[in-house]
């Protein structure tokens, strides 16, 4: 079984997710089947498909959210080694050809969202940094291309 490792943070997110699909997200999806029923012939009621297909999305995503609770593990910081880049780090990056820095942290891929600098370690970068030092230059290939960083620095 792969785990995925996330902060409490994270994994509270995802509990407290879960339970909004799990109670009003079902009894929604619940009351739209009804109300669309209640309009008469179910074979050529749009309404009533579109609330049917809507309650398969919805318990499609339950499903795959179980899963993720399933396997999650949340990650005690105090016992990680931030002398290297692991899961959880903050991590500064200077990309060699244009000279900016860039300063992300790496987190599980349900964490990931790039307006607040969380980083998927699934990502091409956040696997390239893996078990990098301050000082290390990697080369990661990324859409666009090969992308050359060196780590400036690490925290937690």
């Not at 179910?42 to 899963?67: R, V």
């Amino acid at each position: 079984m792969d785990y995925i490792h996330l902060t409490k943070g994270g994994f509270e997110k995802l509990k407290a997710e879960l339970r909004e699909l799990k109670t009003r997200g079902r009894s929604e999806a619940a009351a739209a089947i009804a109300e669309a029923r209640e309009k008469g012939d179910l074979s050529e009621n749009a309404e009533y498909d579109a609330a049917k297909e809507a309650q398969g999305l919805l318990e499609k995503k339950i499903s795959e959210l179980d899963d993720a609770f399933s396997r999650a593990r949340v990650l005690d910081e105090s016992k990680l080694d931030f002398s290297k880049v692991v899961l959880l780090s903050k991590v500064e990056v200077k990309n060699l050809k244009t000279n900016k820095v860039f300063s992300y942290q790496i987190v599980a891929g349900p964490e990931a969202d790039l307006a607040l600098n969380k980083l998927s370690v699934d990502s091409p970068i956040g696997k390239g940094l893996l078990g990098k030092k301050p000082g290390d230059v990697v080369s990661i290939q990324v859409p666009a291309g090969v992308v050359e960083f060196e780590v400036v620095s690490i925290s937690m």
